[in-house]
């Protein structure tokens, strides 16, 4: 499904739609949403129905093939997780360069990349009322079943990424911005690296599987440590505009930092793109397509200026601490909906009459 919707982004004269008159992702959207209210009357009030039939889903990143639970509140669990997956891959075809009318090189508009952060959110609003709504609703003998697909952990760093991602995006976009100050970029840059080693956090134990699974633990290593060159950088910039010797030798320090992350973050791209499925390195854009040619130029530029001025000794060997600065994006207040009006007892009781009378006829 991804992989076809891809393909058509290039496809400018094109119209890639379905038969309702919309793209895939957005059809299944949309039928989640509209089976969410029913499948939720299965659970209304404590009912017993919500053992009564068993759930199959596919996994992607357990080592079992697939996971079966005749509880009904697996099955919502699993339609929240699907439609943020569905919503992290929107916003992530919003993302990709497009032709422009100028004939310049392809590139992603401001509106495209404003419009993939409320679907980021939106992502992680959907996670977080799968943590904090969905999962306390199941046993926890039964919670130990759950494919890591499910587990809490996973659940948890998805959300992180995606407030990451908007972060991300963020940065980007005040890069852009001459309005934007060093101290407005190095405050994203240090939330961006706050939700990604938050998410690494909540991913380190668990057995993420061959395949997905470690390449999803990948993607996070690398985005964490692609924050990191960011939030040193800035950090260095910052320091340097002090007058002391000390701020001197800090920004040194911190810039030095930034070079050797962003270094690591190239060999941990690598190795994202190695691991099976194996994915083609995209061309740098954004943040890392600025930062990948700063950093290294002004970082040998500092040190060497700085060396000039003080001695060897005196420029810290160790990279200053980070400001610590609360995420300030958060996930989209997202609640379950009522159950569907078709759950009413008056129509669940005519529902049984009408059966009856056609099986006495």
Not at 201 to 208: A, E, Q, T
Request: aromatic letters at 6%; hydrophobic letters at 40%.
């Amino acid at each position: 499904m991804a992989s076809q919707e891809a393909s058509t982004v290039s496809r400018t004269r094109r119209k890639s739609a379905t038969q309702h008159g919309g793209s895939t992702l957005a059809d299944l959207h949309q039928a989640l949403e509209d089976y969410l209210p029913i499948l939720l009357g299965l659970v209304k009030d404590g009912s017993q129905l919500q053992h009564n039939v068993q759930f199959v889903w596919m996994n992607q990143e357990d080592e079992a093939e697939e996971t079966a639970i005749s509880n009904a509140w697996y099955e919502v669990l699993s339609v929240l997780h699907l439609m943020a997956m569905l919503s992290l891959s929107q916003a992530n075809l919003l993302l990709l360069p497009r032709a422009s009318s100028d004939g310049y090189q392809p590139k992603v508009s401001e509106d495209s990349r404003r419009a993939s952060i409320d679907i980021f959110l939106k992502a992680a609003g959907y996670l977080d009322c799968a943590v904090r709504n969905v999962l306390p609703q199941l046993p926890n003998p039964l919670r130990k079943e759950l494919p890591v697909d499910l587990a809490e952990g996973v659940l948890r760093a998805l959300c992180l990424q995606a407030l990451g991602q908007s972060v991300d995006i963020q940065l980007g976009m005040a890069i852009d911005s001459a309005k934007a100050t060093l101290a407005v970029k190095r405050r994203l840059a240090c939330e961006m690296v706050k939700s990604w080693q938050q998410a690494q956090d909540n991913i380190m134990n668990l057995p993420l599987a061959n395949g997905w699974g470690e390449k999803h633990r990948l993607l996070i290593k690398w985005k964490y440590v692609e924050a990191k060159a960011a939030a040193y950088y800035y950090h260095g910039l910052i320091l340097d505009e002090g007058n002391t010797e000390k701020s001197h030798g800090m920004a040194v320090a911190a810039l030095q930092a930034a070079d050797e992350y962003f270094k690591e973050s190239k060999r941990a791209c690598e190795a994202f793109n190695a691991a099976s499925p194996l994915s083609r390195n995209p061309p740098l854009w954004g943040t890392m397509k600025y930062l990948s040619d700063k950093i290294p130029k002004d970082t040998s530029s500092k040190v060497r200026i700085n060396r000039d001025l003080y001695s060897y000794e005196k420029i810290m060997e160790t990279a200053p601490t980070l400001p610590d600065f609360a995420l300030a994006l958060k996930p989209d207040d997202f609640q379950l909906p009522p159950a569907h009006p078709s759950w009413n007892e008056e129509n669940v009781v005519s529902g049984q009459a009408s059966s009856n009378h056609l099986r006495s006829d």
